[in-house]
């Protein structure tokens, strides 16, 4: 089934990343695991992880409250946009919407609040060494300038095993960010052909083109899993998540 596996991803249209690891046994299965990709809202995992790292040391403060301005409010995700004020939001509230329901402005919103540069210092301490946030998202100008933010599969997926393992920060750092993650709204790719009890503390990515879901599986033997995709067929590679993920369900 792992030589299945591999054959299924390899042959997705356009450029495409894996990376399993059975927590229990430690098997991995890999594809372009160490390749760029980029992670459309991915990027909003490892913003999270840094955020939640310095509300640890001290250095930032989850009850920090932001004005939420009109001129900063983004499309698509999320519940910002809705807002017909400018409300004061505490940091908290902006990471549970950039994860759960992958609230754009609100991760704009931090992106400005803590800076590229001292963003991607933390990645990097966090083991992180070519994941970066190098713009905020839709902004269509340094993206004409060619500046994309980036992930790697392995980093994404030794980060989410931190997290499983409780290492992240501390215990209860690596806690609130897997009930965070397992909240997540958007559920129709790697868990779509799971059993509703079998949970799935989850980040996933879409634009054009592309598809992605990074998780943590708590099956019987859990696992980490990591599906990232560019320049691909959409339907086809979210089928294709669905389907390796319950096959790495059938591995135990």
Known sequence: ?????????????????FYYKNLVTGEEIKFNENE????????????????SRRDALKTADMAEKIVIKNSEKVPSCGALTLFTDEPAV???????LMIAISDNTATNVLIKRFGIEALNEGFRIMGLEKTR??????DMEAAAQGKENVVVPQEIGRLLEKIYRKEFVNEKV???IAETLLAQQVNHKIPGRLPE?????HKTGDDDGIT???GIVYAKEPFVIVFLS???DVPAFEQIIRDVTYQCCQLQ
């Open 212 to 214: 992605n879901d990074v």
């Open 174 to 176: 690596s806690e609130k």
């Open 90 to 96: 505490d940091i908290r509230t902006l990471c549970n």
């Open 133 to 138: 946030v190098n713009r905020l998202l839709f």
């Open 36 to 51: 760029t990709f980029r992670p459309a809202s991915v990027i909003k995992l490892p913003i999270f992880a840094e955020i």
């Open 1 to 17: 089934m792992r030589d299945e596996i591999i054959e299924k991803i390899s042959k997705a249209d356009g450029k495409v990343g």
């Open 230 to 232: 560019n320049e691909t």
């Open 197 to 201: 009890e079998i949970g799935v503390a």
